[in-house]
């Protein structure tokens, strides 16, 4: 971990000729609560082992340089011009934060910026989450601000909604914040409330990806996010319940003449997954992996026949892990349509549960999945706290 900081340190050196200051944030997976949040739900994500690191140093012209070292290019441009001009390249991520900052009304001088990461991009992870979140805390130390973790969660998923353009939820950015190591963390989408879980220490988590990415992928995505919005248009309408967060199985039953099939089979995934995250938190609470581990297999078969969400290889996934001695539960894990699976094993068995799952994944389809074996890191807070104390 320090060995990254100090190359981020020295990335920046060599490329501006002066030293900075370094601020990381990790990447995150989600244990169980999928595309729950939306409709104002429940999620169970952690923070994991991967981070990117920015790194900050003033500059006295009033411009912004942002150098990525993993793309291995410069943006700039001048801090007091900026308008929302978003110009689909990664910059925008870090470009998008600086924008939120300043229409929050913090005064950002001059400064240059290095990044660099760790985090698959594009993978599921939330590499996204990660540069904005690292970017968001350098800026602020930057700019000698502070701001509590609700607020730089949701200024930096507003860079991403707003700025980058992309549609996603707040789970991401609020748990790349305010995760903690050893905990899972329980958000209540709606009121953003959360708890801290205690993941047991002798279990890993292991993420592992399908190298699937299906090119009709957004297309589904959206597909699946207007099925939702219209059941849950029905539900307001014949029984006032606003979001999906608050109805029950028996209400969607109640309308179920009035909507499509697909529509009820969408909004029925999101109302068990509620009910499973509840149930989760509570096997957590109990340090009862057994029952996790089935609750994640129960939301696989949801995410696969409700939510329609899955697909062959992932399930392929899902079915070997489970045949593995030490595994406690797999699912699809993220939007869905390929992507990553997370599976809760025994530690002991890591290393011969991944041997052995992207042995039988290539057999099965010929494809060399990458594995990562993870436990619940920092969130960027407790990160700097750290750094702090040190
Ligand atoms: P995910 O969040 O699942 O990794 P996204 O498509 O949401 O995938 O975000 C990936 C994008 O985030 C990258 O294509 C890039 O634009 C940006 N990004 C992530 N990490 C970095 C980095 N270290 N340097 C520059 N841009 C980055
Ligand atoms: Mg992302």
Known sequence: MKVERETALRAHEQRFREAGRVFGAPARVNLIGEHTDYTGGLVMPMAIGFRTEAVV??????????????????????????GRSPEGRWSDYPAGVLWCLREEGIEVGGFN??????VPLGAGLSSSASVEVATAMALLAH?????????????????????????SGIMDQFVVVGAVAERAMLLDCRSLEYELLPLPAQVRVVICNSMVKHAVATGEYGDRRDEVEAGQAVLRKRLGI???????????????????????ARCRHIITENGRVVMAKEALLRGDVER?????????????DDFAASCEEVDVLVEIAMRQEGCYGARITGG???GC?????????????????????????????????????????????QEVGR
């Open 292 to 304: 996790f581990g089935r609750l994640m297999v129960e939301a696989h078969a949801s995410m696969r």
């Open 143 to 167: 700019a000698g601000a502070s701001l509590p973790m609700e607020k730089i969660a949701t200024l930096c998923r507003r860079a991403e909604n707003e700025y980058v353009g992309a549609k």
């Open 341 to 385: 699976t997370v599976n809760v094993v025994r530690a002991a068995d890591a290393e011969p549960f991944v041997e052995a799952l992207r042995g039988e994944y290539a057999e099965k389809t010929a494809i060399a999945a990458e594995c990562f074996v993870c436990a619940p890191g920092d969130g960027a807070l407790a990160m700097a706290a």
């Open 57 to 82: 140093s003033g500059r006295s012209d009033g411009r912004a340089v942002f150098y990525s070292e993993n793309f291995g290019e410069e943006a700039s441009f001048e801090i007091a011009s900026m």
């Open 113 to 118: 910026m290095t990044l660099v990461g760790d």
């Open 242 to 264: 606003e979001l999906l967060r608050d109805a029950t199985v028996a209400d969607l039953e109640a309308c179920r003449d009035e909507m499509s099939a697909a529509s009820f």
């Open 336 to 338: 869905g349509f390929g």
